[in-house]
Nanobody
Framework: QVQLVESGGGLVQAGGSLRLSCAAS????????MAWFRQAPGKEREFVAS????????YYAESVKGRFTISRDNAKNTVYLQMNSLKPEDTAVYYC???????????????WGQGTQVTVSS
């Protein structure tokens, strides 16, 4: 089992920045491919970003490319999402997810955090 706990969400004005953190426990963190997803009210969950086991490869949704950066610190068992130039359409609950497989498909992730709310005001 892997336990994931997100933090760092909040209310920010458009153009601002937030840094989300996701602390993992329970298993060897570096064995897990990590990702961030988000879900806005009335919308389906969508992929945001993912990062490989060692952190050398990252993938982003087109909607966040160039504004968001995913990173991980395997020594601290933590994955981060730096969000810059935030827009109102980034408002959502953000979830981190972990799986042994390298995938960007949400349904393939076995472990999820409880989510953290990000609200961007215009």
């Amino acid at each position: 089992q892997v336990q994931l706990v997100e933090s760092g969400g909040g209310l920010v004005q458009a153009g601002g920045s937030l840094r989300l953190s996701c602390a993992a426990s329970g298993r060897t963190f570096s064995n897990y491919y990590m990702a961030w997803f988000r879900q806005a009210p009335g919308k389906e969950r969508e992929f945001v970003a993912s990062i490989s086991y060692g952190g050398d490869r990252t993938y982003y949704a087109e909607s966040v490319k160039g504004r968001f950066t995913i990173s991980r610190d395997n020594a601290k068992n933590t994955v981060y999402l730096q969000m810059n130039s935030l827009k109102p359409e980034d408002t959502a609950v953000y979830y981190c997810a972990a799986d042994r497989r390298a995938t960007t498909r949400g349904y393939q992730y076995n472990y999820w955090g409880q989510g953290t709310q990000v609200t961007v005001s215009s």
